[in-house]
């Protein structure tokens, strides 16, 4: 995570938050036990088998994210309000993303870590911006196919590919 971060501007809380989880979700997915061993028992509550290094592990990468949202907030780059939540929020989707990932829930993104890069990006800029349309105009145009929709569907053999379910 760290090295993403140090990829980007220090003063851009923005583009730091989509580098951390780049890092998160790169890291998710090349070493998928790893993942597991720092936060799998502790979400499990098998506090019994964890140890005070894989403490320091979630902390360490907790901090991270931490520091950055309360910078962004500091500096204006995000909206006022709670950064514990905004945290909270923030680890819950890269997390989220990453144990998907690595127990083969999304075949589409299997071996393609170029389409896992732009779904992690994307998903981050979603979450930023929020998904909510600001003004709800009366007669929408049915929406486009988007860009992660399109590189989907372009892979044969997935759920993408066959087609929305009716």
């Not at 979400?43 to 520091?67: F, I, N």
């Not at 299997?110 to 800029?125: I, Q, S, Y």
């Not at 988007?146 to 044969?156: E, L, N």
Request: with cysteine.
């Amino acid at each position: 995570m760290r090295a993403e971060r140090a990829k980007v501007r220090a003063d851009d809380a923005r583009a730091g938050l989509v580098a951390l989880a780049l890092g998160y979700v790169r890291f998710a997915s090349e070493f998928p036990a790893y993942l597991q061993v720092i936060f799998g028992d502790a979400v499990q509550g098998k506090k019994d088998r964890d140890t005070p290094e894989l403490a320091v592990a979630r902390l360490e990468a907790y901090a991270l994210l931490q520091s950055e949202v309360e910078a962004g907030i500091a500096r204006g780059d995000f909206r006022p309000g709670d950064a514990a939540l905004v945290c909270l929020a923030s680890w819950a989707l890269v997390h989220g993303l990453s144990t998907l990932l690595i127990n083969d829930a999304l075949p589409e993104y299997a071996c393609n870590p170029k389409l896992v890069d732009f779904a992690t990006e994307t998903l981050v800029r979603m979450f930023g911006e929020g998904v909510f349309a600001r003004d709800r105009p009366r007669n929408r145009k049915q929406p486009r196919e988007s860009k992660i929709q399109s590189k989907a569907r372009s892979v044969p053999g997935t759920l993408a590919a066959q087609g929305p379910r009716r």
